[in-house]
């Protein structure tokens, strides 16, 4: 495995062109393996790897992490959500807060898990904080779609879901930070095919892979994007060709549209992004917690040190943050960036924190 | 979040099927591949399983896989 580490290495060495390169990846998992992994130091000088809003949780807008919290705080439910969510500052508090406080939390590992007890237990309202890109909204709308056979009154979802190529498109409009290259999502991929991101070599000529997760996968990923701009035949090229299939997984994008239409999204550092979100479509608006139980009116306040808008842009790197490691610690964090086991700023805490930049 | 885990499908059970990671055992709901079948390898992301792994392709890229899926060979 090392040597063929090093073979690779030493072929991009050799097709490394003589200017700056910035490859986005946009996948929290691609953020933790590069950062875990050291392969940034495995590059040469003028490779540069840059975090894109590639985590869930860290691309949430402060004001659904709010009107989360205004819900839970205003009606007496059981709430299901995946464990990342958790500790994410709203503008006065969190989930964590809540829970302290005696509101009913419970971690889950799978979607499912709400699903059940809201089964068994008709009696108690139950949500689900639903989050997530394209690999977990069909998890959704699976549970989604048995609530209704089941005929439940007592469960509901609260869709932050969001779907990755609308915001690389807006990434690519914005031009604030030049991108040579995408490491494209593996999960993702294996649900949505390669064919979502043609629209980025064709319309802007920019090289995407989409990689797996080891470090093999990853450097031999970075190695066909060079070769892709040395040659300069930008393409979508799928490296994870294990698990991801050109056309992804038709029935888990069938179940996503059958329960979810695509509405505009607000995401953290982007702001609002035309069809990148998925909502209710009517026929499911029954099981909408944002209909159910409304909230007064929301008034975020994003904390004036976070610069977790311009680090899931790549404008900026987690250790460039003024509170980075400072008043901002996985241990206290300010932003999603530092609480997520994906977010950049976490990665950058746990693994690169003492390296070079 | 996108942590997914590849398993082999031991039994099947309408929407369900028990699943084996490494000496693991447990039940995954696999509604979203319609397809699947005991013997596949598939990748398990917060209780569902979401793709089939080619184990062509898994032999082909990697000697982790080959690690991998001698270590659930029946022995
Ligand atoms: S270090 Fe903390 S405050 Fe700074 S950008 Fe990251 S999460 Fe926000």
Redesign the pocket.
């Known amino acids: 495995m090392q040597k063929s580490l090093n073979k690779y290495i030493s072929d991009i060495k050799k097709i490394n062109p003589d200017r700056p390169i910035n490859i986005m990846e946009v996948c929290g998992t691609h953020t933790m393996a590069i950062s875990r992994n050291g392969l940034r130091q495995l590059f040469p000088e003028n490779i540069n790897l840059i975090s894109g809003p590639g985590c869930p949780v860290c691309v949430t807008s402060l004001k659904d992490i709010d009107w989360i919290l205004e819900i839970v705080k205003n009606y007496d439910m059981q709430i299901f959500t995946f464990g990342d969510m958790l500790r994410v500052p709203g503008s006065k508090n969190s989930l964590q807060d809540l829970k302290s406080s005696g509101k009913k939390i419970n971690v889950c590992y799978s979607p499912m898990d709400a699903l059940n007890f809201a089964i068994s237990n008709p009696k108690k309202l139950t949500l689900f904080i639903a989050i997530g890109f394209e690999t977990t909204a069909p998890l959704t709308a699976v549970i989604l779609k048995r609530a209704k056979e089941n005929n439940l009154n007592n469960f509901f979802v609260f869709s932050t879901h969001k779907v990755v190529p609308p915001a690389l498109e807006i990434l690519l409009e914005d031009r604030k930070v030049k991108i040579d290259g995408f490491l494209c999502p593996g999960h993702v991929s294996a649900i949505i095919g390669s064919t979502p991101y043609n629209f980025i070599p064709e319309k802007y000529e920019i090289p995407c892979v989409i990689s797996g997760f080891e470090p093999m996968d990853m450097v031999s990923s970075v190695h066909s994007i060079l070769k892709q701009i040395t040659d300069k035949k930008p393409e979508v090229e799928i490296q994870y060709k294990r698990v991801v299939k050109k056309n992804g997984n038709p029935e888990a994008i069938k179940q996503i549209y059958s329960v979810f239409e695509p509405s505009n999204a607000d995401w953290r550092g982007l702001g609002k992004i035309p069809g990148s979100g998925l909502c209710l479509k009517e026929s499911y608006q029954k099981f909408d917690s944002k209909t159910k139980f409304p909230v007064k009116s929301i008034k975020p306040k994003e ?1 004036p ?4 808008g311009k ?1 899931l842009k790549g404008i900026k790197k ?1 250790n460039q ?1 003024k ?2 490691a400072k008043a ?1 610690t996985p241990e206290y ?6 609480v997520s086991s994906e977010g950049s ?1 976490a990665a950058y805490y746990k693994y690169e924190r003492h390296g070079k930049d | 979040m996108c942590l997914a885990i590849p398993a082999k499908i031991i039994e099947i059970t309408k929407n369900t099927a028990k699943v084996e990671s490494l000496g693991v055992s447990k039940d995954v709901d696999i509604s979203l591949l319609p397809e699947a079948k005991v013997g596949d390898f598939v990748i398990v992301h917060a209780g569902f399983a979401i793709q089939v792994i080619d184990e062509e392709e898994a032999l082909k890229t990697h000697e982790y896989w080959k690690e991998y899926l001698d270590a659930e060979k029946p022995k």
């Not at chain 1, 964090?333 to 530092?338: A, D, S, T, Y």
């Open positions: 904390h040190g976070c610069d977790c680090i987690p943050c509170l980075f901002c964090p300010i932003g999603p960036c530092m700023c």
